[in-house]
């Protein structure tokens, strides 16, 4: 009984742990924060639940993603203003100054990112491979391609 009791307690802690871990998109340094207000879409994201609340047909929604008209923006990009003065369920209750204070376009101090935008280096790590790929084969020079030749030259 002892050892299924174990294995119920890891298993416990191990969902405990992922429950409300801030987005990759997140700004670093804020750990325990609740709360992001996008300036630019006016919506929020609750850290904690993992749902964007934007106010859509006359009420404030909760969602795991943003609406349709919003689903390309670039949230790694996006300003996020981290609201550390606010613990509440319903961020929302300060939108008018939020809205006035944090206009569409605002930005603060630069932010990093807690990681970095999936398939940013697509480009990078295929130069890079096919790079180390050629390097493996042998350098150019070596290969009729000396910048230390001169013309007319040659051994």
Same mark, same amino acid.
């Given at each position: ?22 987005? /990759? ?43 349709? /008209? ?53 480009? %990078? ?23 230390? %030749?001169? &013309?007319? %030259?040659? &051994?």
């Amino acid at each position: 009984m002892a050892l299924f009791l174990a294995g119920t307690l890891q298993a416990q802690s191990t969902i405990n742990v992922n429950i409300g871990s801030p987005p /990759q998109w997140g700004p670093v340094g804020y750990a325990e924060a609740r709360y992001y207000y996008l300036p630019d879409l006016e919506a929020y994201y609750d850290i904690q639940r993992s749902r964007f609340i934007y106010y859509g047909n006359g009420r404030w929604i909760h969602k795991a993603q943003l609406p349709y /008209q919003h689903r390309g923006y670039d949230l790694y990009h996006g300003y996020k203003v981290v609201l550390t003065d606010y613990h509440g369920n319903d961020p929302y209750s300060h939108f008018k100054e939020h809205k006035v204070k944090y206009v569409k376009g605002y930005r603060g101090n630069e932010q990093k990112t807690i990681g970095e935008k999936p398939g940013k280096n697509r480009y %990078k790590a295929k130069y890079q491979s096919k790079n180390e790929s050629q390097n493996r084969k042998g350098n150019t020079a070596r290969h009729g391609h000396d910048k230390n %030749k001169r &013309k007319g %030259k040659h &051994k």
